[in-house]
Antibody
Framework: QLQLRESGPGLVKPSETLSLTCTVS????????????WGWIRQPPGKGLEWIGT???????SYNPSLKSRVTISVDTSKNQFSLKLTSVNAADTAVYYC?????????????WGQGTLVTVSS | DIQMTQSPSSLSASVGDRVTITCQAS??????LNWYQQKPGKAPKLLIY???NLETGVPSRFSGSGSGTDFSFTVSSLQPEDIATYYC?????????FGGGTKVEIK
């Protein structure tokens, strides 16, 4: 059964860089007969869902234009992980950050999701 | 960006009631529409993909329909375990976007 788990600091100072890693278990990001895209989605406390971006096992990425200037998503197939970096964070970046598997194309649903990790931006 | 408008934002219904949520896209998205269930403190779970296809293992009381700009999600007989917030998501074009959510409570 495929499982995803987010990890990283729960507290980040304003203007610094948020860094999270998603570790995939029960399946491989690459080296299979069916390749998927992998994504990051966030949810501010009490609010809705926002797509951050998606990465393919090759390293090809797509980002939300609203965050594109600050976001980098990368993949490490040797560790079966993909990562998120968000620079110059502010209070509006406080959210639960989820990683999830997308489909075989970038335009698809997300399933399954990790449990999520709360990142608070505060000094 | 394609805007997704869900209604209502919240509803209260009795166990056994039929519940319907609507989702309207700001432009034609064919059937590229997914529905998720998010229980309190949990990650979203995919229930329906491509407007009307039930994800494996999801109870048959959940259903979806629609195409173009207007979509609906129905719970045929509301159960206590269905208390959650439901989100629609379009995957017709980037950026991927979600509706604002509908919180379902038991009356």
């Amino acid at each position: 059964q495929l499982q995803l788990r987010e990890s990283g600091p729960g507290l980040v100072k304003p203007s610094e860089t948020l860094s999270l890693t998603c570790t995939v278990s029960g399946g491989s990001i690459s080296n299979t007969n069916y390749y998927y895209y992998w994504g990051w989605i966030r949810q501010p406390p009490g609010k809705g869902l926002e797509w951050i971006g998606t990465v393919y096992y090759t390293g090809s990425t797509s980002y939300n234009p609203s965050l594109k200037s600050r976001v980098t998503i990368s993949v490490d197939t040797s560790k079966n992980q993909f990562s998120l970096k968000l620079t110059s964070v502010n209070a509006a970046d406080t959210a639960v950050y989820y990683c999830a598997r997308a489909g075989a194309v970038v335009l698809s649903a997300f399933d399954p999701w990790g449990q999520g990790t709360l990142v608070t931006v505060s000094s | 960006d394609i805007q997704m408008t869900q209604s209502p934002s919240s509803l209260s219904a009795s166990v056994g009631d039929r519940v319907t949520i609507t989702c309207q896209a700001s432009q034609d998205i064919s059937t590229y529409l997914n529905w998720y269930q998010q229980k309190p403190g949990k990650a979203p779970k995919l229930l329906i993909y491509d407007a009307s296809n039930l994800e494996t293992g999801v109870p048959s009381r959940f259903s979806g329909s629609g195409s173009g700009t207007d979509f609906s999600f129905t719970v045929s007989s509301l159960q206590p375990e269905d208390i959650a917030t439901y989100y629609c998501q379009q995957h017709d074009n980037l950026p991927l976007t979600f509706g604002g959510g509908t919180k379902v409570e038991i009356k």
